[in-house]
């Protein structure tokens, strides 16, 4: 299931976000801030999921009423928002430590894939639109800012920052999906493997497997499918294992890709910039 962030009243949401000032009636401070409820809100999804965060269940978290939330915050549409730019927040927002814009790219990405992991429900958030909030500027800037040393266009470079962002939340949502994908059906990856891997030989053997996907079956005979051998103590699932040995080499070609539009956007630019020729004599 993807939930939409910016589904909630735009004035009341960017108010929240940006925590513009409320005029506070005068009286004892109360005990809840807009700050604790968001954090409450984060440990629900973190421990339910999406479908367990509502007013409710964050208040029950708290200890008071359903009312006393709506205080802060008018419904879970505005708090999707919140609890998304406040994880946003947890987020390295400097990396120019890191010598080369592409280490300091490969960093960012890691630590969005770590955020994913500490929050497996942000992954359930579609891309389609965003919170938009501080952190989720500031994390836009950072991204930017580093492929800003990059000789890309504005249009590349926006592009670029895009296509990362794709790839990053692809891989999250299918890990997150791997991982939940033995509680949820009952059956671990071995277990639904070895229930089916006789019966497909048996149908491969019969219909001609070879022929019609010779590919399929030259890699077969390389034994490229075979699951490797893993310590007694390595809970990571198969199908997790390829999406983050699938994740290792897709960070690799993205960003060699990105040096190679860089490389040829400047070269480009030298071309066009470069003295005509003098006219033949004559």
Known sequence: MTDYPGSGDPKRTLDLLWRVAQQRSRGP????????????????????????????????RLGTSPMSIYTYVPS????????????????SHDYSHIPGWRGAMEAYVRDHLDAYSRHPWM?????????????????FEIQTSILARLRLTPLQLAAG?????????????????????????????????QARAPLLADI????????????????????????????????TSYMEREILDGFELGVTLLLDGLQSLSDATAKASRRRKAPAPPPPMG
Do not use: C
């Open 76 to 91: 879970k549409a505005e708090l999707l928002d919140l609890v998304h730019d406040h994880v946003l927040g947890e987020l």
């Open 161 to 193: 920052a895009s296509a990362i962002d794709m790839f990053i939340n692809g891989v999250a949502r299918a890990v997150t999906d791997a991982r939940a994908a033995a509680s949820a059906t009952g059956m671990t990856d071995d277990e639904w493997w």
């Open 123 to 139: 992954a359930h958030l579609s891309l389609a639109r965003t919170a938009l909030g501080p952190n989720s500027f500031a994390v």
């Open 204 to 235: 491969t053997a019969d219909h001609d497997f070879a022929v019609r996907y010779p590919t399929l079956s030259r890699l077969e005979g390389e034994r490229v499918f075979e699951q490797p051998a893993r310590a007694a103590d390595d809970t």
């Open 29 to 60: 401070r109360p005990a809840l801030d807009i700050e604790r409820v968001v954090e409450a809100a984060v440990a629900v999804a973190d421990e339910g999921g999406l479908d367990a965060l509502s007013i409710r269940s964050v208040a029950k």
